[in-house]
């Protein structure tokens, strides 16, 4: 329940600008439930068609659809009117890089000499391949150490293009106040807009945020105690692929006849009942169909996670709550897919983990186990993913009121 808090004037204000569906559970998220119990203003803004391109109709669905609460701009001037009354006591925080869709965006953000920060906090395990040469060498790892060389190569070219920003950026343009950031692989996703910052704020991810704040209640899932748990990546129907226009990465008939299969060869070898962390964003009724009508969670991901026995998943940024938990993982692939993107990211994704991706079209007899953990391995995740060493624990939220109070207060 949130706290009835007294209409005030003057209240600060904390906005979030989001490039698109912002859904009830963003609130939580990005840290507008926290702000709000503060007494603070708060602003969940959505963007989808100015900042994608994008028919927004097209984007929302029935579960992909935005929360009563949040603030839909389908044209500038709507925004202008809102930043125009911020003033530096306010947060305002945008999930957007500059690029083309988003000059009207920094224009705005300069005409009014607002001040904002930009933000890295869920940084997938898919920037690059984590390479050790000890424990394994061949010609594929030979060819992911050159892949990582050419990101590599991308990398200081990109960062030599700062030199010559101005050529880059065509329009006057105010750089953000802060860059907040979780991990070390998050700097690889900087560009020169993250890099132009006043401040560098080091936290840790948002799914270790959500990780600390959950109470210690577990989730009912209704007989065994030893589980596992399957994350919907939803591979097959992720409505973000009408999004970015692309199509369908696999055959939905195929990969879950094989995903099931798969399932129903775990709960045989391990004795482990497979229960469902649901994508947010996936059709409930759909869901249950495709996974044969097992236990189906949704909004209870981070639960799950802390209290099974096994995670089970293709690449999914919730592996970073595994990691914090330090839980066993099988990392999946399939023959089906088509798009070789998600394969590399696969691959990329094992790689942090040490270990291969299980073909769920290549199934054999072999028993199945439970894989072991290896502390060096997730204490390693941690730092690129989760959190640097630097990094305090304070909650996200409050470092980001930290950095804007110096700023405010000390930075004139």
Known sequence: MRPNIKKLENRRKYIVIYPNIFMEFHWERFGLNYFETLGWEVLGIECVSLLLGVDRAKAE????????????????????DILAKTTNEDIVLIFSNYEQKSEWLFKILYDYNVHYGIANLSCPPVTKYKINF?????????????????????????????????????????????????????????????????????????????????????VDIGSKSNYAVLIDDALADHPDFNLCQIGKPISPIRYFSKLNAFIDKIELDLGLEVVIAANPKTPAEAARSNYQKRKLFFGKTTELIRDCSLVISHYSTALSIAAYFEKPIYILSTSVIKNSEILQNIEKCASWFETHPINIDELSSQKLTIPKIKTSVYRRYKHEFLQETKSTSTSIWQSMINAQEYHTHYKR
């Open 61 to 80: 669905s029935r579960e992909a659809r935005a929360d009563s609460r949040t603030t839909i701009i389908d044209e500038p001037n709507k925004l202008r």
């Open 134 to 218: 000890i424990t394994e060498t061949s010609l594929k790892r030979i060819m992911q150490f050159l892949d990582n060389l050419k990101h590599s190569t991308k990398m200081v070219l990109r960062k030599l293009n700062y030199f010559f920003i101005n050529e880059k950026i065509k329009v006057p343009i105010k750089y953000p106040s802060f860059w907040i950031y979780s991990g070390r692989q998050s700097l690889y996703l900087g560009s020169e807009l993250h890099r132009m910052a006043q401040k560098r704020i080091s936290t840790h991810s948002l799914e270790v945020e959500k990780s600390i704040s959950i109470t210690t209640q577990e």
